[in-house]
């Protein structure tokens, strides 16, 4: 069976070198000429533990090709995955534009039966906006499907979700199209929920909101948490006993990043909004999260009292570990807000650095270091942003000896604080005494 993925960025790679993984024959389709010779040559232009092997045995085994030619890639196979970006607007909702172009451009050159399949996110009904865009620019009659089949790849582990789902959804409109999906993911042993377009639709805003709700959630527990005494960590390990609660995604901190929640949950917001429904619980958990940036920059002002001059080390840029992503990272208001108070910074990521001197350039007031250690000597606080393992193993009789002042300011959680202050560090962290 052969596939063509349409969008090289995160979701487009995973998809389509995964499929080939399992034993498909895939062409993905990209834009940006330099990162298709990039990765025909075998290189991943995003980091993503896994997946530049996962290329290389797919290159050798002849099952996978890039291109820039969506004519190419609409020849090649009767299922087209859309892969392509839906940024936010400036009123929160998708822009949807690059879909359209996928549509149209399908409709103008198809020549038999094709069926697309939506993966990137998009709000509930988009399914009926490209079916129409297909019957409007289709030149002569030829049979088609739209089918909506979210995924739910985390950045870091995308791999691993991809070939051991907890689900996948598929929503269609015939058997036909729900015949090739099911044996596209005969190989995946997952549970497999078939449902209309829409609600495939709606399930993935669904989620992705739920989960960044129950973030939200914790982090508003946390502040309670530091004003009652309390311990935000027992507190969330108390309640993910209960089944119906779940312990996942109940980890205090300085909040959601990334290039999923802030945008799904803001255009789920405006999507309803559209549809009359008042969806201000949504807006709620968006402020909290806004506010972790102010909550967090209060807590290393409270430590440090003024900032003008103070030298800080920043472990951690990317908005979670395990990826080079820095798109809305929380790292990034609060280097801004430290930097403004007049800080001096020494920076430190294991994967991210590349990506955020393209924001921040390296100057008089913010060095990057070569590593954890280097980035700490002689300062007077160090802040952590991301819990990336390397800093959860680092050795902290170093860390004390080579900071000017053993303040640790962890923004999640990453250290116990009775241990902290056993080896002698004024230990601020989220929620926690
Ligand atoms: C998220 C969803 O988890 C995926 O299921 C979904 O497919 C993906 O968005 C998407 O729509 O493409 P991702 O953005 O890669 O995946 O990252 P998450 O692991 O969900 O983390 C998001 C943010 O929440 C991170 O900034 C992380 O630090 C934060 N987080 C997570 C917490 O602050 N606390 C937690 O307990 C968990």
């Given at each position: 069976?052969?596939?063509?993925?349409?969008g090289g960025g995160y979701v487009g790679l995973t998809t389509g070198i995964c499929f080939s993984h399992l034993g498909y024959e895939v062409k993905v389709v990209e834009k940006v000429p330099q990162k298709v010779s990039m990765l025909n040559e075998g290189v991943v232009p995003i980091y993503e533990?896994?997946?530049?092997?996962?290329?290389?045995?797919?290159?050798?085994?002849?099952?996978?090709?890039?291109?820039?030619?969506?004519?190419?890639?609409?020849?090649?196979?009767?299922?087209?995955?859309?892969?392509?970006?839906?940024?936010?607007?400036?009123?929160?909702?998708?822009?949807?534009?690059?879909?359209?172009?996928?549509?149209?451009?399908?409709?103008?050159?198809?020549?038999?039966?094709?069926l697309l399949v939506e993966k990137s996110t998009v709000p509930v009904n988009t399914h009926k906006l490209i079916k129409k865009t297909l019957q409007r620019y289709m030149k002569r009659h030829v049979e088609f499907d739209v089918a909506s089949n979210p995924e739910f790849l985390r950045e870091g582990?995308?791999?691993?979700?991809?070939?051991?789902?907890?689900?996948?959804?598929?929503?269609?409109?015939?058997?036909?199209?729900?015949?090739?999906?099911?044996?596209?993911?005969?190989?995946?042993?997952?549970?497999?929920?078939?449902?209309?377009?829409?609600?495939?639709?709606?399930?993935?805003?669904?989620?992705?909101?739920?989960?960044?709700?129950?973030?939200?959630?914790?982090?508003?527990?946390?502040?309670?948490?530091?004003?009652?005494?309390?311990?935000?960590?027992?507190?969330?390990?108390?309640?993910?006993?209960?089944?119906?609660?779940?312990?996942?995604?109940?980890?205090?901190?300085?909040?959601?990043?990334?290039?999923?929640?802030?945008?799904?949950?803001?255009?789920?917001?405006?999507?309803?909004?559209?549809?009359?429904?008042?969806?201000?619980?949504?807006?709620?958990?968006?402020?909290?999260?806004?506010?972790?940036?102010?909550?967090?920059?209060?807590?290393?002002?409270?430590?440090?009292?003024?900032?003008?001059?103070?030298?800080?080390?920043?472990?951690?840029?990317?908005?979670?570990?395990?990826?080079?992503?820095?798109?809305?990272?929380?790292?990034?208001?609060?280097?801004?807000?430290?930097?403004?108070?007049?800080?001096?910074?020494?920076?430190?990521?294991?994967?991210?650095?590349?990506?955020?001197?393209?924001?921040?350039?390296?100057?008089?007031?913010?060095?990057?270091?070569?590593?954890?250690?280097?980035?700490?000597?002689?300062?007077?606080?160090?802040?952590?942003?991301?819990?990336?393992?390397?800093?959860?193993?680092?050795?902290?009789?170093?860390?004390?000896?080579?900071?000017?002042?053993?303040?640790?300011?962890?923004?999640?959680?990453?250290?116990?604080?009775?241990?902290?202050?056993?080896?002698?560090?004024?230990?601020?962290?989220?929620?926690?005494?």
């Amino acid at each position: 069976m052969r596939i063509t993925v349409v969008g090289g960025g995160y979701v487009g790679l995973t998809t389509g070198i995964c499929f080939s993984h399992l034993g498909y024959e895939v062409k993905v389709v990209e834009k940006v000429p330099q990162k298709v010779s990039m990765l025909n040559e075998g290189v991943v232009p995003i980091y993503e533990p896994g997946l530049e092997d996962m290329l290389k045995d797919s290159l050798r085994l002849k099952r996978i090709s890039f291109t820039t030619d969506l004519i190419e890639g609409l020849e090649f196979s009767e299922v087209i995955f859309i892969c392509v970006g839906t940024p936010q607007q400036e009123d929160g909702s998708a822009d949807l534009s690059q879909v359209e172009e996928v549509a149209r451009l399908t409709a103008e050159h198809m020549k038999s039966y094709k069926l697309l399949v939506e993966k990137s996110t998009v709000p509930v009904n988009t399914h009926k906006l490209i079916k129409k865009t297909l019957q409007r620019y289709m030149k002569r009659h030829v049979e088609f499907d739209v089918a909506s089949n979210p995924e739910f790849l985390r950045e870091g582990s995308a791999v691993k979700d991809f070939l051991e789902p907890d689900r996948i959804v598929v929503g269609v409109e015939s058997e036909r199209a729900k015949n090739i999906l099911q044996k596209l993911y005969e190989p995946i042993k997952a549970p497999i929920l078939f449902t209309d377009p829409a609600t495939a639709e709606l399930i993935k805003h669904a989620s992705n909101s739920f989960l960044a709700m129950k973030i939200s959630f914790i982090n508003m527990i946390s502040d309670l948490c530091e004003k009652t005494g309390a311990d935000v960590k027992l507190v969330a390990d108390g309640m993910g006993y209960d089944k119906r609660i779940g312990r996942a995604f109940l980890d205090a901190g300085i909040g959601w990043g990334g290039s999923c929640f802030p945008k799904d949950v803001r255009a789920f917001i405006k999507m309803a909004e559209d549809y009359g429904v008042d969806f201000s619980l949504l807006r709620e958990v968006d402020k909290i999260n806004v506010r972790r940036i102010e909550n967090f920059i209060e807590k290393v002002k409270n430590a440090l009292w003024s900032l003008k001059n103070k030298k800080l080390a920043v472990w951690g840029l990317s908005f979670k570990p395990n990826t080079d992503d820095i798109r809305e990272a929380p790292s990034i208001k609060i280097v801004s807000a430290l930097l403004r108070e007049g800080a001096r910074l020494q920076l430190y990521d294991p994967k991210a650095m590349d990506n955020f001197r393209r924001i921040f350039p390296e100057g008089e007031d913010l060095t990057y270091a070569r590593d954890m250690y280097e980035a700490i000597k002689g300062c007077d606080a160090l802040l952590i942003l991301t819990e990336w393992e390397e800093f959860k193993k680092a050795d902290l009789e170093r860390v004390k000896h080579l900071l000017k002042l053993p303040i640790v300011i962890d923004g999640r959680n990453i250290y116990e604080p009775a241990h902290m202050r056993e080896l002698g560090f004024e230990y601020y962290c989220m929620g926690r005494r």
